[in-house]
């Protein structure tokens, strides 16, 4: 049975490091949000188009995922997983599709995560830009895992 490995965190938090590691250790494909996003619309897209852009892109990654899961391959979903909501869903999509999904939750300090951010953004090399501004803005739309999320934490203070 094939496993979709969820990654939970907010901007900074080490998750592409992470789901790169997990993509070599299950041998999985890895569908990172961001680099979808800086591929198709730049590096900075207009703030006035960035969530239908956003929507794009994670409806055009769930038709290529899903197949992949469903050929019974690993996949490694990196992209944040901000919202109960969309959680929810992409479990109940892997569970319709016969696999199984696991989540980690990756955390750090808002210090490190806001210098990440700033070190990323000086060579963004298939990231998005985010400035300190919108670091703070996008703070209140972060959901964090309710107690009846099963997940391994990740402490990713020291290590991304």
């Known amino acids: 049975m094939a496993t979709a490995h969820l990654i939970h965190g907010f901007l900074g938090a080490g998750k592409t490091t992470f789901a790169r590691r997990l993509e070599r250790e299950h041998d ?9 996003m800086s591929a198709l619309y730049g590096s ?5 188009h960035f969530a ?16 992949v899961l469903a050929s019974g391959v690993d996949v490694v979903l990196d992209d944040g997983m901000w919202s109960r909501k969309r959680r929810d869903a992409l ?12 989540l980690y939750s990756l955390r750090c300090s808002e210090a490190v995560a806001r210098a990440r951010c700033r070190a ?3 060579d963004l090399a298939g990231s998005l ?8 803005a996008l703070r209140a739309r972060f959901q964090p895992l309710d107690d009846d999320e099963a997940h391994e934490l990740v402490d990713t203070d020291t290590t991304p």
Do not use: C, Q
Not at 28 to 36: K, L
Not at 52 to 67: A, C, D, I, P, Q
Not at 129 to 136: G, K, L, N
């Open 129 to 136: 830009y985010i400035s300190d501004a919108t670091f703070d």
């Open 91 to 102: 479990r109940d999509t892997v569970r319709a599709l016969g696999g199984e999904s696991k």
């Open 44 to 48: 900075d897209p207009p703030a006035e």
């Open 28 to 36: 999985a494909v890895r569908f990172t949000h961001d680099e979808w």
């Open 120 to 122: 990323r953004n000086a």
């Open 52 to 67: 239908e852009f956003s929507e794009r892109v994670f409806r055009l990654m769930e038709t290529v995922w899903t197949r």
